[in-house]
């Protein structure tokens, strides 16, 4: 799997730490074709949430207590009424993106989706 582009919105981790709402970052212009990719920054900046989120996965494996239903709760991580992981990436030659919406205004409700884009 190569992530091409993360998008997150209303994440705490990135709130606290770049003292904003969102982020994208898009890995091919960034990257540029290298093989390998630091994330350079002090403690507290958001570096943990965006390496969490670099997966099309419903957890973030640094924070998940226990392995299984109720080791992990993305509202304890999000801070908008509706707070958004976006993930482009692609794996054996075909692209996919990977969408998790959280909503936390009034009743709880997360949705997660799984497309294949067309080339």
Request: with cysteine; net charge positive; hydrophobic share 35%.
């Amino acid at each position: 799997m190569q992530a091409l582009r993360l998008t997150l919105k209303g994440f705490r981790g990135i709130r606290d730490g770049l003292g904003r709402d969102s982020l994208t970052l898009d890995f091919e212009r960034l990257a540029a074709g290298a093989e390998l990719v630091a994330l350079a920054g002090a403690n507290g900046r958001g570096k943990t949430t965006v390496m969490d989120n670099m997966h099309p996965y419903l957890t973030m494996p640094s924070r998940a207590a226990v392995a299984g239903p109720g080791g992990f709760s993305y509202y304890d991580h999000v801070f908008l009424p509706e707070s958004e992981k976006d993930l482009t990436w692609t794996h054996e030659g075909r692209c996919y993106r990977s969408q998790v919406v959280v909503r936390s205004n009034g009743r709880r409700r997360t949705e997660a989706f799984l497309f294949q884009l067309d080339d």
